[in-house]
């Protein structure tokens, strides 16, 4: 059992793999529009779901591909899902994008909260922590998720890196989340799945970075960042913080 620890002056929340479940339902969709074309393409999705899946790890597996793509999201869905039809030597980039289409239509309403997340906002919010929502990605795609999970009424600010300009791990967005909670880094949590965004980043700042271990891997073996506190599932944080004083 984790010891209690005190309620913080802000928490600055992920939303991607923190709040909602997004990794794992994003392969259940790709699987799911891949048995959706199989005629069209020519193959079962047995076959072509792994080769899409590689496709995927390619693609955002580039640094300045994952930049440019979590700013255009449908672009690298397209992207994405072309560079997997050459590999089953289809150059046809209609029907890649017609995929990513259906794709898209598909994939917020599949998205759900991770076990206890919302009960966990709501828990902070009634003890009188304020919270920010920090996101980076295309406007479109994050606001839709922050609008169907009316996501607002617990933040006192959300930011988007598509409609700011900018994003983690740029210390202007942990600043302005910080200044909206009108709270002081030293006394404040940053909560996400990425070491390098909610944990590292907010910590040369003097935040708390909590790293999020959604799929349970544990710290890798040469990890150069060292989270303050790490928790499986966000409401992790609830049950603990609820016993501080």
Known sequence: ???PIRLPAAILF???D???DTSLSATRVWDQTAAAFAQEIGHRAEVFKPVLAASRAWYWGDPRRN???RLDVQRARVAVTHHGLQQLGIDDHGLATRFADYYSAHR???MAFFDGAEETLAHFVGAGV???LITNGDAGGQRAKVDHFGLERYFQVVLIE???GFGKPDPRVYERALAACDAPAQASWCVGDSLAWEVAAPQRLGMTGVWNDWARRGLPADAAVVPDRV???VAELMETAARGD
């Open 130 to 132: 304020p919270l920010a």
């Open 14 to 16: 992920d939303l991607d």
């Open 67 to 69: 930049r440019a793509g």
């Open 1 to 3: 059992m984790s010891d």
């Open 162 to 164: 598509g409609e700011q």
């Open 18 to 20: 923190t709040l909602l």
């Open 108 to 110: 917020v309403s599949t």
């Open 231 to 233: 928790v499986g599932r």
